[in-house]
């Protein structure tokens, strides 16, 4: 195997597929990149079994073809810190790789590739759908951080695309707070689902914002595909049946407060600091156009509250919040104002962002009250 290559052009996506590569791998063939070139295209895949990212890019001077592995730290350190300059990729016989470049060469072992596992393929009954790389991230950002780390429960470590025939919801829950991202104007043909885990998601969230065509997504009961210009990821879906959560959403919310976005979410921060460290309780009353956010860790004899103004003409109320979970959302909420709708101390609350700037999207976030102590 023997080509040239810009060294950029390279390392872009030797970085993105990077993060595919676990720290644990059950095949130590895994921890290599598998180069496979083909007249002027070298495609590179990086997998951990359960998610597999596919790069492709434009080589030069090819005067041979063929497959080999090379370890992939190793690779991307010998070449992050490279100015922009061809390099020279040639694999001798006796499996050694040379990389040459204007002031130097780097010489590092080849495997051969017939080991690295073979991606999976979907089912010839698998569904298609079309969407924008720019709606897709925006769905993903706004309910990557809401999703679960549990062992117990694998279905909540990751998002649900709910799709349906009006429009496709995505969902990501961790039981202390839920987040719906609903767009009217990605459907499918019939009502469908799968999981999305959270690794894939997060390289997706990598990969997409240079991205401008729409990404074509597969999927069956078992595997989804996201396929975009230069790009393949192919993953693993999370089995199993995702929890109700339209039941959980509370709809009957007479207490609302409309309040500006960033200076609750500071105020939160601030008094957040005189909080509890084993609970993260604050308390957030309810009056007359004005909200008191309030802390107190009797433990140091610590305490501390502000006040903020806000439109409020519901009954006076106390209700208690993780503040960790309350400026998770606030943080990921868009807009400048959010609407915070309680029914009483004991139910959730909702937030809801008021500004959204494209008529096709909704966005709500659940979050669940702490017990105040008297």
């Not at 060294?7 to 290599?32: C, D, G, H, W, Y």
């Not at 993903?140 to 117990?152: G, P």
């Not at 606030?330 to 400048?336: F, K, Y």
Request: proline share 5%.
């Amino acid at each position: 195997m023997k080509f040239v290559v810009s060294s950029s052009e390279l390392l872009t996506p030797l970085q993105a597929l990077f993060r595919v590569i676990s720290s644990k791998n059950s095949m130590s063939i895994l921890e290599n990149f598998l180069f496979r070139l083909s007249g002027q295209t070298l495609m590179i895949t990086a997998s951990d079994l359960e998610t597999t990212v596919q790069a492709s890019i434009q080589v030069q001077d090819v005067a041979e073809e063929g497959v080999m592995a090379i370890h992939a730290q190793r690779l991307t350190n010998s070449l992050k810190d490279l100015t922009e300059q061809p390099l020279e990729f040639f694999l001798h016989p006796d499996g050694v790789l040379h990389i040459s470049h204007a002031k130097g060469k780097f010489q590092l072992p080849a495997l051969p590739g017939d080991d690295y596992p073979e991606p999976p393929t979907l089912k010839e009954e698998s569904t298609e759908l079309s969407i924008s790389a720019a709606t897709l991230l925006e769905g993903i950002n706004r309910s990557l951080y809401a999703t679960a780390e549990e062992e117990l429960r694998p279905v909540m470590n990751g998002i649900l695309f709910d799709m349906g025939e009006e429009q496709t919801t995505l969902v990501a829950s961790d039981a202390h707070k839920l987040v719906c991202y609903k767009r009217k104007d990605v459907v499918a043909t019939q009502a469908s689902r799968f999981i999305l885990p959270k690794k894939p998601a997060s390289i997706l969230k990598n990969l997409l914002p240079k991205v401008h065509e729409n990404i074509q997504v597969g999927f069956d009961d078992k595997n989804a595909t996201f396929r975009f210009p230069s790009y393949l990821l192919i993953c693993r879906l999370v089995e199993g049946n995702y929890p109700a959560y339209r039941s959980v959403i509370p709809t009957n919310n007479t207490n609302k407060a409309v309040v500006d976005r960033i200076e609750l979410l500071n105020s939160v921060r601030r008094v957040a600091v005189y909080s509890n460290q084993a609970s993260n309780l604050i308390r957030i009353k309810l009056e007359q156009d004005e909200i008191t956010i309030s802390a107190q860790n009797l433990d140091f004899s610590m305490s501390g509250y502000e006040q903020i103004g806000c439109q409020y003409n519901g009954e006076p109320m106390e209700i208690g919040f993780k503040w960790v979970f309350l400026a998770e959302i606030l943080a990921n909420l868009p807009g400048q104002n959010v609407s915070l709708e309680l029914s009483d101390p004991s139910r959730a609350g909702l937030l809801i962002p008021l500004e959204l700037t494209d008529s096709n999207e909704d966005i709500c976030a659940l979050i669940m009250p702490m017990m105040i102590g008297i």
